[in-house]
């Protein structure tokens, strides 16, 4: 049975992985939305080498996004309790007595 200080401090986890959660996916659209942005503007006014510098520029922003994403998966991972001992199981249907 799960007291109420066991609710409130895994509903204010809840809270923080939805916020973490939220906050990730506003930096992916924006950040996505401005490498299209720059994208089609530096078609315009960035040479060859310009170029070259943005996409390395975008691919950097991506791997970072990706690291963080992967960071938090991992950290979620780990705090998921699990179980040190299991129950023994009761004495049933389908048991030799």
Do not use: N, W
């Not at 916020?19 to 078609?43: N, P, Q, R, T």
């Not at 390395?56 to 979620?76: D, H, K, M, N, R």
Request: net charge positive.
């Amino acid at each position: 049975m799960m007291t109420s200080r066991g609710k409130s401090m895994m509903t204010s986890m809840s809270r923080t992985r939805a916020l973490f959660g939220l906050a990730l996916f506003l930096i992916a659209a924006v950040g996505s939305a401005a490498c299209v942005s720059v994208y089609e503007e530096s078609k315009q006014h960035c040479d060859e080498k310009c170029q070259k510098r943005a996409r390395a520029g975008e691919v950097v922003i991506v791997t970072i996004v990706l690291v963080v994403a992967l960071i938090s998966g991992l950290a979620c991972l780990g705090s998921l309790g699990t179980p040190t001992k299991f129950q023994q199981p009761a004495r049933g249907r389908g048991t030799a007595s």
